[in-house]
């Protein structure tokens, strides 16, 4: 089949030019010409040229006019511009535009040819990086995203949709259904993926320190700010900002977190100048917001506003077609992690496994696996979903360091310590419960109750698993 040919639009008010260009250029190209700047935007959206040529003198709108006006259409042709000698401002003028070439006239018509060819041949490349580049970047991301189950395949459905928008997504789900996954993704299939993404857990932070954290604050504002210092909104400027724990954030907070996605603006603590910001905002919840709206603990007027996508994570027990697939992603994880070979797990640790109601989801789920490659025992399985403790490190979990592997030998070992402390564990999350469901999960005062601190408490929560729905 022979080669479509490339459609060039000449805007030039002197019919000399298109006339010479198409005698002289090779049969390759087909010409369409525009008298003036607005008859040849027009013609951009009907002719759909692959390039133009555009000359800078024009009566009426000038060549450097109608290029600012092409910028503002969604995607545009290369432009080449065309002029006579010795107008070094308009050629850097029409670069800072993004014309992609500057031609003199009068011109060599072979030259022009030249020109041509290159500026195509460097947009094709860049167009094929560009799909490349993106092709990779979610084949990359759904790699780390497992689940082919129909829940899921819509989950990532709606991620695919959205992604790539200015839309507030509100991610909810159980604990360890993968909702740092899912804010993670939307970003980085984003067209923000260059720029930073920023965390906050509004649950971590003191809610009198919150304030300050998000929105930063004015030098004096308080006592001990020394300083003036931004906060996380203006830090995440041009990126995104992940509000984790959004069900956890003081009603307070919530009013100024609804006027910065309104307005895109707010004022620092202690400040009075508005700030504008540029930030997408994805926030995730594992509580019931529609509860937390009558027991009045979340303005209505943010649910719905942030409310413009969810997406819902289903709990693995809901999907247990995914868990042979998770298995499988995590084995190689921790295989290829700890230098380990450990082969399938057998049918019957599956079918356990199928059974098991998952209360802290793929999170659990991944915990049991490292453990089984690390220990290289697959018997632990009835253990651990017994107890429900799946932590990888329960002696170190109870000392408050859970970064610290614990060594093979240790755990192959008959231990004292190892055993012990997998008794304290227990104990530990069997007292935990009981002081959460004391004080109807009052976080804080559960944390005075057990006098330990406040982030610890939040901590061994995620590290037992421990939700409020159990
Ligand atoms: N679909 C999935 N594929 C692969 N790994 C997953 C998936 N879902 C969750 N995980 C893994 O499970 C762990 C918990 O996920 P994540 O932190 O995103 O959960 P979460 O919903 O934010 O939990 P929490 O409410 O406790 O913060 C992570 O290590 C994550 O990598
Ligand atoms: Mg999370």
């Given at each position: 089949m022979a080669k479509e040919k490339i459609k060039?639009?000449?805007?030039?008010?002197?019919?000399?030019v298109s006339w010479i260009l198409s005698e002289g250029l090779s049969s390759g190209m087909e010409f369409v010409s525009a008298r003036d700047g607005i008859e040849g935007i027009q013609m951009v959206s009907t002719e759909k040229p692959d390039?133009?040529?555009?000359?800078?003198?024009?009566?009426?709108?000038?060549?450097?006019?109608?290029l600012e006006k092409l910028n503002r259409m969604p995607s545009r042709p290369e432009v080449i511009m065309l002029s006579g000698h010795g107008e070094t401002k308009n050629i850097v003028h029409s670069m800072h535009l993004g014309a992609a070439e500057f031609i003199n006239k009068p011109f060599d018509v072979k030259e022009v040819e030249i020109h041509i060819n290159t500026v195509l041949e460097k947009n094709r490349l860049k167009q094929e990086v560009k799909t490349l580049r993106t092709e990779l970047k979610s084949r990359s991301q759904y790699d780390q995203f497992i689940g082919d189950s129909p829940k899921m395949t819509q989950v990532k459905n709606i991620i695919e949709q959205v992604a790539d928008s200015e839309l507030t997504v509100l991610i909810r789900g159980?604990?360890?259904?993968?909702k740092e996954i899912v804010g993670r993704m939307l970003h980085t299939l984003s067209g923000r993926s260059e720029e930073q993404f920023t965390k906050v857990n509004c649950a971590a932070?003191?809610?009198?320190?919150?304030?300050?954290?998000?929105?930063?604050?004015?030098?004096?504002?308080?006592?001990?700010?020394?300083?003036?210092?931004?906060?996380?909104?203006e830090v995440a400027n041009k990126g995104s900002i992940?509000?984790?724990?959004?069900?956890?954030?003081p009603m307070e907070l919530q009013s100024k977190l609804l006027q910065v996605l309104e307005q895109q603006e707010f004022v620092r603590v202690g400040g009075?100048?508005?700030?504008?910001v540029d930030v997408r905002i994805i926030c995730a919840t594992n509580k019931n917001l529609e509860e937390a709206i009558q027991r009045q603990q979340f303005r209505d007027d943010l649910f719905y506003r942030l409310n413009e996508i969810?997406?819902?994570?289903?709990?693995l027990r809901e999907r247990p077609e995914d868990i042979p697939l998770l298995v499988k992603y995590f084995l190689d994880r921790y295989n290829s992690l700890y230098d380990k070979d450990y082969p399938e797990l057998s049918s019957e640790a599956m079918a356990r496994m199928a059974d098991f109601?998952?209360?802290?989801?793929?999170?659990?789920?991944?915990?049991l696996i490292k453990q089984i490659v690390v220990r290289g025992d697959e018997s632990i399985i009835g253990d651990l979903l017994s107890t429900g403790i799946t932590s990888i490190n329960p002696v170190a979990s109870t000392v408050g360091d859970a970064e610290v592997e614990m060594s093979e030998e240790l755990v192959n070992s008959y231990s004292l310590k190892k055993r012990v402390g997998f008794a304290v564990a227990r104990e530990e999350k069997k007292l935990i419960s009981e002081v959460l469901n004391k004080t109807n999960w009052n976080r804080r005062k559960a944390s005075e109750l057990l006098e330990i601190s406040y982030r610890s408490l939040l901590y061994k929560i995620k590290e037992y698993n421990l939700n409020s729905s159990k």
């Open positions: 060039i639009l000449i805007i030039d008010d002197d019919p000399k390039l133009i040529l555009l000359d800078i003198k024009m009566p009426g709108m000038n060549g450097l006019e109608v159980e604990s360890g259904t993968g932070i003191p809610r009198d320190l919150l304030e300050a954290e998000l929105f930063g604050y004015e030098k004096g504002a308080f006592t001990g700010a020394h300083k003036t210092k931004p906060g996380r909104f992940f509000l984790d724990e959004i069900g956890d954030m009075i100048n508005n700030i504008h969810t997406v819902f994570l289903p709990p109601s998952w209360p802290g989801n793929v999170r659990q789920l991944e915990n």
